[in-house]
């Protein structure tokens, strides 16, 4: 199929021309004649398929007759993160060159003054996160009964991060008459209530599992003791891996993201952050400099960085593993895109290991260790954390009982883990999977939404991929994670404590006489 044959306009075809596309990519084979005919779509689809492209052809397409006036814009676009909502900004800049329309962007973190202005000129494309764009209409500076076309994206991600409210309000205040695109990389009951809620009769366009990682990206598990011997691994991995030009470091939380971005730039890398308690103009900054190479790690939470289209990482690093199984889907989605390949490679704690099950239920697979297992790792480093120590001191007397493991006898471990990798594997170590459970299939995943997995029906997984009783995901209790709920803003140290003010002081025994 060629994009001629799917009823796009000629201004239209001409940028997606320039744009240097020559395939519709499936999810827009598939919703693009649709969504011009004014069907309602439920497209199944995740970042990467080419899905923004997939809604923002057609819109342009139907755009070309009519006008916004002040106020009242034609058409609403909702994305859960600001990030998203920019990059769908520029998608309308580079399709919509041929076009003199008028497109808004209302994103919290940035003025009002500027984004009124722009509503109060008319627009004919109206870019939000739901947020804001309510604050602007229970503020009365904005109507939403002109709204021709409505595009719900990322709905899964709108419903972790709490939305779900918000997006039903905006629905009941736009016109029934409008058109809907919804988009959702998975299809979890709560989601499929609200397309049978607000969508009419829509045409379903599924073009992947949101479980499914790329073939193109090489995934590896190292096993290491707590943060700070995390911290000095990932420097290792960066610093001796092959064919290394960028990577995105994901934490679990801000205030790790923080600590980790200070750490690396105090180790001489070249580092940016990129998590919500930013404002919006450091957040932006830190992107563009990642994506012009300016710097070449870009330390993140999963809010700020899902989605973000970012063509060329060659190495995506879980400081933290997810806790989340679909974040690792996304994590690692940042690399190895539009058929490249890419490396992802995840630090594991042993408490990790319930998490590192669920993602390869998940995924279906078994993902490789590299390097040394947790009984081989050396001595566990001074760390920051008092937790940490606590933990430590009880390894300690550990190995005080007990002798060191062959592996750590016969072959002393490298420090590097990625060198050390081929030594490791030949001396299996605890939790490492046997060779035979490495190789017997995982797969009995259900995406989030609790569709089986056609090939997983029914089958038990063996023991290391997963464990007895229904998937991880549906075991877990579906909780909306705002996007600002991971800890309060750091604030002067966060958690990190210096290690000299962990220092055990000597006393000296008072003299005589002495107070
Ligand atoms: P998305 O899923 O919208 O985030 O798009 C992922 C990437 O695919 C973006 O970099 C788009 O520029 C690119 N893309 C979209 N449509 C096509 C297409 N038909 N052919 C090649 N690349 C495309």
Redesign the pocket.
Known sequence: MTFEELGLSQKVLQAVQA?G?????PI?AQAIPPALQGRDILGI?Q???????AFTLPMLSRLESGRARARVPRTLILEPTRELAAQVEE?FAKYGKNHRLNVALLIGGMAFGDQEAKIMRGADVLIATPGRLLDFFDRGKLLLTGIEILVIDEADRMLDMGFIPDIERVCKLVPFTRQTLFFSATMPPEITRLTEAFLHNPIRCEVSRAATTAITIRQALIASRGHADKRETLRNLIRGAENFKNAIIFCNRKRDVAILHRSLVKHGFSAGALHGDMDQLARMASLDAFKNGDVSLLVCSDVAAR?L?I?DVSHVLNFDVPTHSEDYVHRIGRTG??GRSGVAITLVTEDDMKYIDQIQSLIGKAIDWEGPGFDALPPPMETSRPQERRGERGQRRDRGRRPPAAAEREAPVSRRPMVAAAAAREAPVNRRPAAAEREAPVSIGRSRGGRVKADGEGVRPPAYGASAGPPAAERRERRPRHHEDDGPPVVGLGDHVPSFLLRPVALRPAKVGEE
């Not at 596309?21 to 990519?25: A, I, L, N, Q």
């Not at 970042?47 to 492209?53: E, F, P, S």
Request: glycine share 14%; aromatic share 4%.
């Open positions: 744009s596309y020559t395939t519709p990519t827009q689809a970042t990467g398929t080419g899905k923004t492209a998608s989605g289209d063509p895109r539009a």
